[in-house]
């Protein structure tokens, strides 16, 4: 048995309240479902894991249910929605409503961010955003000279995640996993945060080969079915129904807590 093997109960309790907890998967793919039910379950039952912030390349249903359920002040994101279901209900509510803290990103400041921390730097010098508002939307983002060629840059900060909480595949006892071809950036994120909690469908004696390595994953938890009712390709295809139902149920405060009442009585039982 594994040293980093834990239970979900135990893994959701290793979220502190106000820290940055990055989300693995891309949109409606490979989403860690499963954790983030057990985390809103700690929460409604301890008060615990509020003010965070939230990190998704791309942020869907796992996000806004830790939206909905209160437990998030800020959102770090380049894209927050459901696909072809439509708005993500609850962040769409609370944002309207500047209830939310949504920190303008793009692909590009996000993915130089996390450059940036795993480089070790403060900074990392792009193009992107020359000539846009962004910069304008985002005083704490900064503009340098190139000191060999003295081309104005913009200096995007290093993005430190607390936790990153990824789904994967399979995995072996030393915590070495597959996430398969959409990996979005959850390599970058086992690299960048101070913790990494893996979920994985299977746990294998062997792995032929690794999309992640098992010295930088801290704790893993066996999670069948963990990322629906999102996709796990090619284990389990989306499931549409559940997202239709989620759209056409959600629409304000009162009728998310139904549909996070009647979801965690599923999961419970």
Known sequence: ??????????????????CMLALGGTTL???????????????IQTGEA??????????????????????VS??????????????APMFTYYANRGELEVIEETEASLAYGLRARLAGVGFM????????????????????LDPYSGEELVAFPAIHPDIAVIHALQADLDGNALIGDNRGV??????????????????????????????LIQHMVLAPHGAAPSSCHPLYPLDGAAFLAYTEQVADPASFQVFLSHMLNESNG
């Open 1 to 18: 048995m594994s040293a980093k093997l834990i239970s979900m109960q135990a893994a959701a309790e290793l979220v502190p309240t106000g």
């Open 29 to 43: 793919y490979r989403r860690p479902m499963a954790f983030v039910r057990a985390l809103v379950q700690r929460s």
């Open 50 to 71: 509020h003010d965070l912030t939230l990190l998704a390349f791309t942020a869907g249903l796992e996000s806004d249910l830790l939206v909905g359920a209160g437990m």
């Open 74 to 87: 800020r959102v770090r994101s380049c894209y927050f929605g459901l696909e072809i279901f439509g708005l």
């Open 125 to 144: 010098p792009a193009r992107a955003w020359l000539g846009t508002d962004l910069l304008r939307l985002r005083p704490d983002v900064r503009t340098v």
């Open 186 to 215: 959850d390599e970058e994120l086992t690299l960048a945060a101070d913790k990494v909690i893996l979920t994985v469908e299977e746990i294998v004696p062997e792995l032929s080969r690794a999309d992640l390595v098992g010295p």
